[in-house]
T-cell receptor
Framework: DAGITQSPRYKITETGRQVTLMCHQTWSHSYMFWYRQDLGHGLRLIYYSAAADITDKGEVPDGYVVSRSKTENFPLTLESATRSQTSVYFC????????????FGSGTRLTVV | AQSVTQLGSHVSVSEGALVLLRCNYSSSVPPYLFWYVQYPNQGLQLLLKYTSAATLVKGINGFEAEFKKSETSFHLTKPSAHMSDAAEYFCAARGGSQGNLIFGKGTKLSVKP
């Protein structure tokens, strides 16, 4: 189906483990983004990508790594998970620089214990 | 830097009453502005967007917003609240050269019967 999908929907992991959150979009949008949502903070940008093989840090990048070898995929990796990374993570894509809007995935609720 | 401020983290209205959710932005360039709605445990759904066309923007579910450059505001309104409007609402603006969205911290709307 067309759209933007995130997996897994829910994840529980232990402190110190590596975990990867997946994001896949079917529109061939150039821009993709990762946000985290925390109570009292709204949504904050972790990383973004303007095209395949082009990524850059957002507001809160520490402890995260991204890659974008293919236009449609934009995985987010927590190299060594910490409890402060317990959050809801949203992936988004945009066909341009916002003039066509942004579409969000359903989110991944990550709990680090 | 671009910023978005939502006035009021919680707004409560009676069913049938006017809904007014306030949003102000800071920008040195004409912005793209968005309102999203988030229902519990769900992703973000686009309500409406302003991308430099008509200043009064109509969205889904009877919502509309007016872009006022002189006031740097983009308030969201609905003439008559419905119980199903209870959700969290986020105002967002496209950030500078990164092309990402910058979010306000959200306003939780409660609708009383």
């Amino acid at each position: 189906d067309a759209g933007i999908t995130q997996s897994p929907r829910y994840k529980i992991t232990e402190t110190g483990r590596q975990v990867t959150l997946m994001c896949h979009q079917t529109w061939s949008h150039s821009y993709m983004f990762w946000y985290r949502q925390d109570l009292g903070h709204g949504l904050r940008l972790i990383y973004y990508s303007a095209a395949a093989d082009i990524t850059d840090k957002g507001e809160v990048p520490d402890g995260y790594v991204v890659s974008r070898s293919k236009t449609e995929n934009f995985p987010l990796t927590l190299e060594s998970a910490t409890r402060s990374q317990t959050s809801v993570y949203f992936c988004a894509s945009s066909g341009g620089q916002g003039q066509y809007g942004y579409t969000f995935g359903s989110g991944t609720r990550l709990t680090v214990v | 830097a671009q910023s978005v401020t939502q006035l009021g983290s919680h707004v409560s209205v009676s069913e049938g009453a006017l809904v007014l959710l306030r949003c102000n932005y800071s920008s040195s360039v004409p912005p793209y502005l968005f309102w999203y709605v988030q229902y519990p445990n769900q992703g973000l759904q686009l309500l409406l967007k302003y991308t430099s066309a008509a200043t009064l923007v109509k969205g889904i579910n009877g919502f509309e917003a007016e872009f006022k450059k002189s006031e740097t505001s983009f308030h969201l309104t609905k003439p008559s609240a419905h119980m199903s409007d209870a959700a969290e609402y986020f105002c967002a603006a496209r950030g500078g050269s990164q092309g990402n969205l910058i979010f306000g911290k959200g306003t939780k709307l409660s609708v009383k019967p």
